[in-house]
């Protein structure tokens, strides 16, 4: 257990709908990632945030946002969902940045 | 990152030594090598980090020649449970934006 929680565990939803993933970090941890692993591209870097605020964004799509709260747990927003969304969806976090990073369960997202 | 090559898939048997070589011919003075490791429906765990020369901690050995275009991690006496994917990251020492390629996938028969 690394002490990182995400829910929902699975989600299944329409194309053109809007989802939201919530990831609860590790208790101290400043830093939440976010990553999205599908079959054809592996698992790769979607957005930053430290302490509430974004830092960096990789791949991630316009139809894609997250926020960071005050209490720091997180939240990435999905919408107009496509059939191509359907991934594993990772939140990690670390204590600072470009620490190791420790990842949770992931939210696995089906769209039909 | 530096872009990392790794054999797909490993079979091996409960006991024995595994050792999953890694290529990365154009890895950078400061990059840093890390290997993770993921079970099926769970995120990657970290598994250990070298720059040079032999990292060992309480899970594996990491091996790195003096050039540093490769790396061995080493996983001694596997069980069942080592049965994952394993993947070779290489980067700077605090770079948090991970790129994971396919890995290698080693199963661990009885």
């Known amino acids: 257990d690394s002490g990182v929680t995400q829910t929902p565990k699975h989600l299944i939803t329409a194309t053109g709908q809007r989802v939201t993933l919530r990831c609860s970090p590790r208790s101290g941890d400043l830093s939440v990632y976010w990553y999205q692993q599908s079959l054809d591209q592996g698992l790769q870097f979607l957005i930053h945030?430290?302490?509430?605020?974004?830092?960096a964004k990789g791949n991630i799509l316009e139809r894609f946002s997250a926020q960071q709260f005050p209490d720091l747990h997180s939240e990435l927003n999905l919408s107009s969902l496509e059939l191509g969304d359907s991934a594993l969806y990772f939140c990690a976090s670390s204590l600072n940045l470009g620490e190791t990073q420790y990842f949770g369960p992931g939210t696995r997202l089906l769209v039909l | 990152l530096a872009k990392t090559t790794q054999p797909i898939s490993m079979d091996s048997y409960e006991g024995q030594e595994v050792n999953i070589t890694c290529s990365h011919n154009n890895i950078a003075t400061n990059d840093y090598i890390t290997w993770y490791q993921q079970f099926p429906s769970q995120g990657p765990r970290f598994i250990i980090q070298g720059y040079k020369t032999k990292v060992t901690n309480e899970v594996a050995s990491l091996f790195i020649p003096a050039d540093r275009k490769s790396s061995t991690l080493s996983l001694p006496r596997v069980s069942l449970s080592d049965t994952a994917v394993y993947y070779c990251?290489?980067?700077?020492?605090?770079?948090?934006?991970?790129?994971f390629g396919a890995g290698t996938t080693v199963t661990v028969r009885a």
């Open positions: 945030y430290y302490n509430g605020e974004e830092r």
């Open positions: 990251l290489v980067g700077l020492l605090n770079d948090y934006k991970l790129s």
